[in-house]
DNA sequence: GATACACCTTTACGCAACGTCAAAGTCAAT
DNA sequence: ATTGACTTTGACGTTGCGTAAAGGTGTATC
């Protein structure tokens, strides 16, 4: 049996092209060419062209497969498992991607479909993810993750009720900072007032409250460019006014 | 806030190159450039690119996020959905990759360290497994799922004397068959044994026998190239011979 | 003010595995 | 002789950047 390029395309549904490219790269060259210049394939590179799109179904890389199918000393067993790890990487990868696309779909949903009650919930997830994905590793490599962990936690046994409180004091926080502010003295009345609400936020994520931990938090408000933006949003230098009132409440300095 | 090319790469943890090619193609321009020629990104770029980097998390292409950013009546839970479907069928391509490289990789395995008799076992998988990646697909359809799984079902049970037995008579039919063409009678005393020790063979694999498929089969054996050049092999011209043998042997035009 | 050094710019080629023209020759049949 | 279906080589396009190359800018230091 001899084929042209197209007869073994078909016969191995594959394109011509790709037999071309085969040739060109040095992985499957024909037997012969004819008078007419035409490639021309006999049984053997049928065979090998079977072997080679064997290991391509397995989503080895054509560099590899040249390696494997030219150099018989060539350890294929090895091979086959580090690609078999590639995959497993690739594929737990995958799985993850999948759960995060899942639970963007969910919230997406959530948004728009959901009763109160599950928009809610959904809520809350997204709040522990988008904080995940915004501050996560960072903040889990300043403090333990087990803080971290028991913030989202107790962000996930919120009752509803706590969820509109949290989400008062914060905008309650965000109101008397823009008034203290103005007022100029972070030590002032109005200035630890902001200090006070903010703990009392703050006590609907943290398990436990520590003057450390809360000044500590403070000075990130302003170290940490994307903290500083959300607190400088309504008046630039907000943040500092923040951190200073808070160190002023807690008597510390982070 | 205003960065720099590398100041905001550095930010996000992408490369500066990233950047100028997310403004090249209209994905992510900066707000301004300076006197200098200097990208300057502000802090609604920072937003926005946090989204990009996000939905690039994804596995999503830059020119559907395009769409997904830019039109901002672009129905964003579809997109997600759809791509969800892409990421499932992914994950279901990569699950069989896996199981086929790990199959092999057990096979491969089989032939240097297995003992004899384990070495049987793996064989009599590779048999099914092989026929599976030639001709599988094919014969599904034109023969029924059932039959095939039959046949599969009843190689796994072979025991190693059923082994030598159909590996023998492998062997015998195409000797036979070899002297059978040499005589040229297909309707001869040899041509008819041929057929005999063709549906002797045949019984191992199938789990009833019928003269109509026993005489389809050898028809395919013709019209389909890959048989063909297996019973063409030592003679052209065998695959046709061994045909008409069989139907002359059951009686039957396939 | 010269120099060093770290930044910035645009231009352009390279990667993997082909798809897709284009221009030109070949083969078999009508 | 003319179709029409094949073949050849050559070369550009695809995706998401990496990686020089060649040159301008900003700032600190001598």
């Given at each position: 049996?001899?084929?042209?390029?197209?007869?073994?395309?078909n016969l191995a549904?594959?394109?011509?092209?790709?037999?071309?490219?085969?040739?060109?790269?040095?992985?499957?060259?024909?037997?012969?060419?004819?008078?007419?210049?035409y490639r021309i394939?006999?049984?053997?590179?049928?065979?090998?062209?079977?072997?080679?799109?064997?290991?391509?179904?397995?989503?080895?890389?054509?560099?590899?497969?040249?390696?494997?199918?030219?150099?018989?000393?060539?350890?294929?067993?090895?091979?086959?498992?580090?690609?078999?790890?590639?995959?497993?990487?690739?594929?737990?990868?995958?799985?993850?991607?999948?759960?995060?696309?899942?639970?963007?779909?969910?919230?997406?949903?959530?948004?728009?479909?959901?009763?109160?009650?599950?928009?809610?919930?959904?809520?809350?997830?997204?709040?522990?993810?988008?904080?995940?994905?915004?501050?996560?590793?960072?903040?889990?490599?300043?403090?333990?993750?087990?803080?971290?962990?028991?913030?989202?936690?107790?962000?996930?046994?919120?009752?509803?009720?706590?969820?509109?409180?949290?989400?008062?004091?914060?905008?309650?926080?965000?109101?008397?900072?823009?008034?203290?502010?103005?007022?100029?003295?972070?030590?002032?009345?109005?200035?630890?007032?902001?200090?006070?609400?903010?703990?009392?936020?703050?006590?609907?994520?943290?398990?436990?409250?520590?003057?450390?931990?809360?000044?500590?938090?403070?000075?990130?408000?302003?170290?940490?460019?994307?903290?500083k933006a959300y607190?400088?949003?309504?008046?630039?230098?907000?943040?500092?006014?923040?951190?200073?009132?808070?160190?002023?409440?807690?008597?510390?300095?982070?």
């Open positions: 049996m001899e084929y042209t390029v197209q007869k073994l395309a549904g594959i394109s011509a092209r790709t037999l071309r490219y085969y040739d060109e790269i040095d992985i499957l060259k024909p037997t012969r060419i004819n008078s007419s210049g394939y006999g049984q053997s590179e049928v065979d090998k062209l079977q072997q080679i799109l064997f290991y391509k179904e397995l989503g080895i890389s054509l560099e590899s497969i040249k390696e494997i199918i030219t150099a018989s000393s060539f350890d294929g067993a090895a091979a086959l498992r580090e690609h078999r790890e590639k995959l497993l990487a690739k594929k737990e990868q995958l799985d993850l991607l999948l759960a995060n696309v899942e639970k963007t779909i969910a919230l997406t949903e959530g948004r728009t479909n959901m009763t109160d009650k599950e928009k809610f919930t959904g809520f809350k997830q997204k709040m522990i993810d988008e904080n995940e994905k915004k501050y996560g590793e960072e903040i889990r490599q300043k403090y333990s993750n087990k803080t971290i962990d028991q913030s989202n936690a107790k962000v996930m046994n919120m009752t509803e009720e706590d969820y509109e409180a949290v989400t008062n004091l914060e905008k309650q926080v965000l109101e008397t900072l823009a008034q203290a502010f103005e007022n100029g003295d972070p030590a002032g009345e109005l200035g630890q007032k902001v200090a006070e609400l903010h703990k009392k936020w703050l006590m609907y994520y943290w398990s436990e409250y520590s003057k450390e931990a809360h000044a500590g938090l403070a000075q990130m408000y302003v170290d940490d460019e994307r903290f607190y400088d949003e309504k008046q630039p230098g907000g943040a500092e006014f923040l951190r200073d009132a808070i160190h002023i409440y807690t008597g510390m300095k982070g």
